[in-house]
């Protein structure tokens, strides 16, 4: 007898797990690595938002001034969740090729994807022991979604699916936080203990058909997973601490010695 497949909820926005059996809830890797500042990313957002403006000026030249920033500003998350939807519908097809089965219709948008991962297949062929499960860790409290345990020759990887710009070094906290976890929670429900991990290796479908699929080997240490859980200690103090670190606002002397008298403080 199976266990019920893994649910997720959202708490104050943000993704976590619950585990089926303990019911216990933890935060997703990639929601605890959401915590961590990405200078890059302000600098695309404001990118995107610029092309739109300019691009588009029959569009919003004839709004209100704040219909027409609603607008504008907003740009970029389109364009984020568009490329959202394009990555999973992507990662959907792939698991069937992974799975052997066949694929009866393929969406214009994710031909040139889906055909740089058949190659890719095709050149490596992996074979895959796990595909789309969840890994969790009951000792760092975390959970997230793996692409792939796949073995490729004598050697078994874990197997991630990427069709961003390109392959980034902080892949390399999601990879170790999923090297780390303790267990395995199959779609079925059905728990088992992670195996031997050789390697990590990312698969990346560029979007631009005139860039070539590439597997990139991640070279994961320890050093690595200190960073995840340096970035799960900074995600548990904006969920928790940052809410009351703030004390209130003080206008005479009275309230600053009644602050300090409630806190147990000196005077």
């Known amino acids: 007898m199976t266990n019920p497949e893994v649910k997720t909820v959202n708490v104050d926005f943000k993704r976590h797990y619950v585990h089926p059996i303990s019911n216990e809830r933890v935060p ?15 600098y695309w957002m404001a990118k995107i938002v610029a092309e739109y403006a300019v691009e588009n000026r029959t569009t919003w030249q004839n709004l209100d001034d704040q219909a027409a920033v609603e607008l504008i500003k907003n740009a970029h998350r389109r364009v984020s969740g568009e490329a959202m939807k394009l990555g999973s519908s992507v990662h959907t097809i792939i698991e069937d090729l992974l799975r052997n089965k066949t694929i009866d ?13 058949a190659e890719l ?7 895959p022991s796990h595909i789309e499960v969840t890994v969790w860790s009951h000792r760092y409290q975390y959970a997230g979604s793996l692409d792939a345990i796949v073995s490729i020759d004598d050697k078994t990887y874990l197997f991630d699916w990427k069709t961003s710009s390109g392959v980034f070094p902080d ?12 267990e395995i929670i199959r779609p ?5 203990e992670l195996p031997q991990i050789d390697g990590f290796i990312i698969a990346h479908l560029p979007k631009d058909p005139k860039e070539r699929w590439s597997l990139v080997p991640m070279d994961i240490t320890q050093e690595d997973f200190d960073g995840f859980l340096a970035a799960r200690g900074l995600f548990k103090w904006q969920s928790e601490r940052s809410k009351v670190v703030v004390g209130p606002a003080l206008g005479t002397k009275d309230s600053l010695l009644n602050y300090n008298l409630r ?5």
């Open 188 to 192: 079925d429900g059905s728990i088992e």
């Open 105 to 117: 219709f393929i969406p214009p948008n994710t031909e040139i994807m889906v055909r740089k991962a």
């Open 171 to 182: 892949y390399a906290l999601q990879c170790a936080a999923y090297a780390n976890a303790d």
């Open 121 to 127: 297949l095709q050149e490596f062929r992996p074979n």
């Open 28 to 42: 997703s890797v990639t929601t605890i690595l959401s915590s961590v500042a990405k200078p890059a990313l302000g």
């Open 263 to 267: 806190r147990g403080g000196e005077t």
